[in-house]
């Protein structure tokens, strides 16, 4: 058996409920046949405590939907990964954290691509118990390391990423957990590895979504699952072009992003005090 998860990398298995929850709809906005054996048990245990501080059974909802949240995100940043590799020029995939994603395996890639992983060694461990035989259905390449480590660009390089041609990277499900400096030197060490035209994409939350009173049910859920939200920001596009980086922030249920599945208003980007995530995605200038 391969070493436990900690807590960060165990909110990969609630994104593996989430998205077999999400398969097992009959409106579902993507199939990922592979989510269910990544949850495992502990998965659904940990969306069950998500579920139960969403939907509180003595009174309306006041926190985001999270199942209709993920299942959004999840289908847009398929499509822009699938977008994104119309382009010939772009030949490389990087996901990073990788967590329990199965993109790899469930969707088509052109053959000029290859994909990279990068997690831990204990999640990439995970995956490869859980997927047993199955192969993935493009050129694929794990590399093991923290994305902290001083190395993992070198790490990298040595599994065969190329920084002179052009790439897509996604940094899902990472951002907000990690400490603002942090941020900033991921997407330094990021925009340093990747050549012009490469695109750059995350999820993040604005800063009120750290502090709101009415988001504590869902904050608290995740600190005490020694994973709390570290880092919030209320302008997205600023933080992006900070790093070379062109980018454009979408809020799920705007309309490239929201699939008849948002079930929120999304107030003006005006309106201060209000929660928001955002989908941040760009292009590396020059």
Sequence with gaps: MTAPLAAVERTALLTAALRA???????????????????????????????????????????????????????????????????????????????????????????????????RPAVLAYKRECLGDVEPRVAHRTVAVDLTDSDWEGR??????DPALPSVWLLEGLLYYIPEPDVHQILRRVRAISAP??????DVVNAAALTLPHMRGLLDVFAGWGSPWLSGT???????????????????????????RWPDPVPPRSVRDVRRVFFVHGVCRP
């Excluded at 502990?42 to 006041?62: K, N, Q, S």
């Excluded at 990298?156 to 990423?161: M, Q, S």
């Design 156 to 161: 990298l390089v040595d599994a065969g990423y």
């Design 21 to 119: 929850a999400e398969t097992r709809r009959e409106d579902r906005l993507y199939e990922d046949p592979y989510a269910a054996r990544f949850a495992g048990d502990i998965g659904p245990a940990l969306l069950a405590e998500v579920w139960h501080a969403t939907f509180p059974p003595d009174r309306p909802r006041t926190l985001p939907s999270t199942p209709d949240y993920n299942a959004i995100r999840t289908r847009f940043f398929d499509d822009y990964l699938q977008r994104a590799v119309e382009d010939p020029a772009i030949t490389q995939v990087v996901l990073a954290p990788a967590g329990m994603d199965s993109r790899a395996y469930r969707l088509q890639w052109p053959a000029r691509v290859r994909y990279f992983e990068v997690d």
């Design 234 to 260: 209320d302008e997205p596009e600023a933080l992006f072009d900070a790093y070379g980086i062109t980018a454009e922030a979408v809020q799920p249920g705007e309309p490239s992003a929201d699939y008849g």
């Design 197 to 202: 035209r490469s695109r750059v994409a995350a």
